[in-house]
T-cell receptor, first 113, second 111 residues
Framework: DAKTTQPTSMDCAEGRAANLPCNHS???????VYWYRQIHSQGPQYIIH???NNETNEMASLIITEDRKSSTLILPHATLRDTAVYYC??????????????FGKGTHLIIQP | NAGVTQTPKFRVLKTGQSMTLLCAQD?????MYWYRQDPGMGLRLIHY???????AKGEVPDGYNVSRLKKQNFLLGLESAAPSQTSVYFC??????????FGPGTRLTVL
């Protein structure tokens, strides 16, 4: 699986959009981009994933550049409860493969009141 | 639905003692995973299972054994605990390959 690079930490004001970048310049054509987050002392929580196209769900939006070498996770209206470590993960989905996720150190997002 | 549950939540062991961590899921998921997370680090995969009766090694399997006798349960065993196994252990399950559901974790300290 390709490696990812994320900033160590970021701040965002409550109510504003939080934009979390991720660099994955060695991504392969069959690798997806996943985002999980981990609120302090809890298990990780799935947020969103995508291959080429931008994706949106009730939690966030995922913007993937045309060359797929980087992506941005957008939390449209950040709240204090969004303070967490956010992990960008790139992996091959082998359609039935059960290999685990490879977590880096992620970005510690701090929402300021 | 309870989702993924882990037992116990906390445990303190002495070096050389053994213990078993239990993971249970009620979502009828085929795949289950055990990860460990050390302070300030991301999670690392210990073992995983693609179905009842099957197990496979992950990134850091040494010192651990697992069993999946029932589809809903995945057990992680430490036969002879070492201080290096002090960590937070997370179990996860998934129906298909895209979304893993995680348990709340077990905090293990080995003295």
């Amino acid at each position: 699986d390709a490696k990812t690079t994320q900033p160590t930490s970021m701040d965002c004001a409550e109510g504003r959009a939080a934009n979390l970048p991720c660099n994955h310049s060695t991504i392969s054509g069959n690798e997806y981009v996943y985002w999980y987050r981990q609120i302090h002392s809890q298990g990780p929580q799935y947020i969103i994933h995508g291959l080429k196209n931008n994706e949106t769900n009730e939690m966030a939006s995922l913007i993937i550049t045309e060359d797929r070498k980087s992506s941005t996770l957008i939390l449209p209206h950040a709240t204090l409860r969004d303070t967490a470590v956010y992990y960008c993960i790139v992996r091959v989905d082998s359609g039935g493969g059960a290999d685990g996720l490879t977590f880096g150190k992620g970005t510690h997002l701090i929402i300021q009141p | 639905n309870a989702g993924v549950t882990q037992t116990p939540k906390f445990r303190v062991l002495k070096t050389g003692q053994s213990m078993t961590l239990l993971c249970a899921q009620d979502m009828n998921h085929e795949y289950m995973y055990w990860y460990r997370q050390d302070p300030g680090m991301g999670l690392r995969l210990i073992h995983y299972s693609v179905g009842e009766g099957t197990t496979a090694k992950g990134e850091v399997p040494d010192g651990y054994n697992v069993s999946r006798l029932k589809k809903q349960n995945f057990l992680l065993g430490l036969e002879s605990a070492a201080p290096s196994q002090t960590s937070v252990y997370f179990c996860a399950s998934s129906l298909i390959w895209n979304e893993q559901f995680f348990g709340p974790g077990t905090r293990l300290t080995v003295l």
